[in-house]
């Protein structure tokens, strides 16, 4: 079998507390599917995400903690409005997210914010007028 090259299955990021890292996402509405003391994974509708410990990676791919940093990448979530955007915005402060930067109408013709989780992961919320959602939030 020869699967598609343009997919992810797996998207796993590295916290430096596993439990305040659930505690927020947990908070966000995310629900846990399994976990362990090192990682804990999320169902996302044919694929998975993961929050790992960083000894827990570190043990994984042989590497030191302190090798390991948070890349330069942004996770984002479509909403499907800007007054989804603002609540979800909102949500994310009151979990505990780190505001980066306010709702604000793009000059692409969208609407963004960006938060970033206790580990300082990016997450961007933002209403894409261009790329419509259906009923399970996926774009159309």
Known sequence: MTLPMNRVTFITLGVRDLARARAFYE????TPESATEDV???AMNGSKFGL???????????RDV????TGA???AQNQGSQDDVDAMFARAVAA???????P????????????????????????NPFSPLDDEGHIA
């Open 96 to 102: 505990g997210a780190t505001p980066v930067t306010k």
């Open 104 to 127: 604000f109408k793009t000059d692409w013709g969208g609407y963004s914010s960006y938060v970033a989780d206790p580990d300082g992961h990016h997450w961007e919320y933002a209403y």
């Open 66 to 69: 302190a090798g390991l940093q």
């Open 27 to 30: 908070a966000l509405g995310w």
């Open 73 to 75: 990448m942004t996770l």
């Open 52 to 62: 790992f410990s960083l000894a827990g990676l570190a043990r994984e791919t042989g």
């Open 40 to 42: 804990a994974f999320y």
